[in-house]
């Protein structure tokens, strides 16, 4: 799925070639040497040329459009001089489009009353002209002349023909062959891109795609006469023929079941995607229909029916559009994105069927009119398709992300319990242990009630720090600043230690700071018992205070200092982690979250704390702003 976006691009790039192909193709075939052309409309299909050649024509200019009429369609067309007077003697190729007519006789003033015939229902190895077209050639004749053609459609009756010199007719066509070619990659490389998302994502959309990309396919190789021409060994004339009639009934359906899987995603009104469903199976009444040889009724009730279906499915993108404010907004289009790529779908294939009905006139582009749609809709479903691709892919990786995180904050979280359930067994163990024993001991009452509540408040200190640490990582903590004196502080943090014979003051007197008192005590009671418990029993252990000014502002700076003792320096990188206890200090009890707490606390209140280890002496300076 990495490469998508390349892909897409040689699309794009396929695309535009075969478009301009097509574009030089039809440009030239406006000029050829047909001077003068009109019709006769042969109601009962049984007049014969003589009959007909008496009848009055009428005149027509550019294409003929008649629609799905039962009626035999007789032209009359003048042939001018080639251009080129050296080109008076080189035969003349008459080319008749577009390559679905079922039957076109020739009848050429020069070669009557032999008949020349050619069509969809007739072999394309047994023609003069083998284009993928129609057509004849015709003979030499330096002098304009007539030919008339007698046509003959189950489809639509739009009818464009083209006369010019044999070797400019045979490049033009091979021009629209490249086209053709170009197309039908397209159409492959779509197939192949559709399931390979297939493969990525098994959902409604995605074989929706898949079917509309094999119809699509098969129906390119139909229309451009490809199974016709090489797979006339396999396949008859007729049977390539009926093959093409019903893969022209199946497009719609097959259209119509995608932008219905791609609709109720967002949940337009009920019955349209109702009659939506209801429409899309009439390739059944169609291929009924054909069996009973009624071919014309059953493409000409498909066109109004794909009339239909197109204009109800652009009033459902509106209905999305209107909604879109009550439709989730992390679909993987947005609805107005989805509303766009149906309108557009069905302004086109609209702009395609009328012609083809005869409600408007058609042009030379109409003779290519499947050519286009084939691009049209390649381009509009293959973007809204890649867009949803990209998003989809999008939302798989960052919901692996999100897995990913959530595991690793769960694996951070397991781990970090089991080292608290280590921790908290383990250090509540000693106390515990401590108090059994004076239990068991024959020792004075209250020299056993000194060890008991001893044990108990260290006991106490470890569920505390606990607790902290808890409000710590709920955010459950709430700053209450107030003035208040420093030294206040540290002689209430001092009074809680019992052992304030051990400790040296040295502070600025009346240093006030605007500071939460709750926080700041349990910062100064962490940092002062830590130090009374590492160091040596008869050590002095040092508070210093000062007014200081860091990074342009000033505070207050708090230094406690003790000597090292008999326990080891701790890891600097470690020591403020949770749960981290250097391994001589594990002798003695502790919860591992003092420093944790400290650090958290004084980050909590603006300050920092740093750890200044000399010689043989730690210090533990706090600086807290003013």
């Known amino acids: ?15 535009s070639l075969a478009l301009l192909c097509l574009l030089l193709t039809v440009g030239q075939a406006w000029a050829n040497l047909i001077a003068e052309q009109s019709y006769f409309e042969d109601k009962t299909g ?33 042939i001018a001089q080639p251009h080129d007077k050296s080109n008076d003697n080189q035969p003349i190729a008459l080319r008749v489009r577009p390559p679905y007519l079922d039957e076109i006789q020739l009848y050429d003033s020069k070669i009557l009353p032999l008949v020349l015939t050619t069509g969809d229902n007739y ?43 044999l070797d400019v007719m045979m490049a033009i066509e091979k021009k629209q062959l490249y086209t053709n070619s170009i197309d039908v990659v397209l159409m492959v490389f779509l197939l192949c891109w559709s399931l390979l998302l297939l493969i990525f994502k098994i959902d409604k959309i995605s074989v929706a795609f898949v079917a509309l990309q094999v119809a699509s396919l098969a129906f390119s190789l139909a229309y451009f006469g490809f199974i016709r021409i090489y797979y006339s060994q396999i396949i008859s004339s007729h049977a390539a023929n009926e093959i093409y009639s019903y893969l022209f009934i199946l497009m719609p359906a097959a259209y119509l079941l995608f932008y219905r899987s791609l609709l109720q995603e967002y949940k337009p009104p009920i019955w349209m995607m109702r009659a939506l469903l209801t429409l899309q199976f009439y390739p059944l009444l169609g291929l009924i229909l054909m069996l009973a040889q009624k071919q014309q009724l059953a493409l000409h ?143 004075p009452q209250n020299e056993l009630k000194k060890q008991i509540e001893r044990g108990v408040t260290e006991i106490d200190k470890i569920i505390e720090h606990c607790s902290q640490a808890q409000r710590i990582e709920e955010g459950n903590y709430v700053i209450d ?20 014979n051990r400790i040296r003051t040295d502070a600025v007197p009346n240093l006030v700071i605007e500071t939460d008192a709750a926080l700041t005590l349990v910062v100064l009671n962490n940092l002062i018992e830590n130090a009374l418990k590492y160091s040596d029993p008869n050590s002095v252990v040092s508070i210093t205070c000062e007014v200081e000014t860091l990074n342009n502002h000033t505070g207050a700076s ?40 400290v650090r958290s606390f004084v980050k909590a209140l603006g300050g920092i704390v740093t750890y200044h280890p000399i010689e043989n002496k730690v210090t533990f300076k706090i600086w807290l702003p003013l």
């Open 1 to 15: 799925m990495a490469k998508q976006s390349n892909i897409i691009t040689w699309a794009a790039k396929f695309a």
């Open 46 to 78: 049984e007049l014969t040329f003589d009959q007909v050649s008496k009848k009055p024509f009428k005149s027509y200019t550019g294409i003929l459009s008649k629609g799905f009429s039962p009626s035999v369609f007789w032209l009359k067309l003048k």
């Open 123 to 165: 072999s394309w190895h047994d023609q003069a002209f083998q284009s993928v077209n129609h057509g004849f050639i015709l003979e030499p004749g330096a002098q304009p002349r007539f030919v008339w053609l007698r046509i003959k459609s189950s489809s639509s009756m739009i009818v464009g023909v083209d006369a010019e010199v």
């Open 301 to 443: 009730l498909n066109a109004l029916i794909a009339l239909t279906s197109f204009a109800i499915l652009s009033v459902a993108s509106i209905c999305v559009f209107k909604n879109r404010r009550k439709i989730d907004q992390n679909k993987l289009i947005p609805p107005l994105l989805v509303a766009i790529s149906c309108w557009l779908f069905t302004v086109g294939s609209i702009t395609i069927i009328l012609p083809g009905l005869g409600v408007v006139d058609a042009s030379d582009l109409s003779l290519y009119r499947f050519t286009f749609q084939s691009f049209f809709s390649a381009l509009i479903i293959g973007s809204t398709v890649y867009l949803r691709t990209k998003k989809m892919e999008q939302s798989t990786n960052q919901a692996l992300a999100r897995a990913k995180e959530e595991a690793y904050f769960e694996r951070k979280r397991r781990e970090e319990q089991n080292v608290f359930f280590a921790m908290l067994t383990h250090e509540i163990r000693t106390p515990l242990t401590a108090m059994a024993y004076s239990v068991q001991t024959a020792m």
């Open 481 to 500: 600043r107030n003035s208040i004196h420093l030294s206040d502080l540290i002689a209430t943090a001092i009074e809680k230690c019992h052992t304030n």
């Open 558 to 597: 708090i230094s406690i200092t003790n000597q090292l003792g008999q326990f080891d320096l701790p890891d600097p990188k470690r020591l403020f982690e949770k749960y981290y206890r250097s391994p001589s200090a594990h002798a003695i009890t502790g919860s591992g979250l003092g420093l944790f707490l």
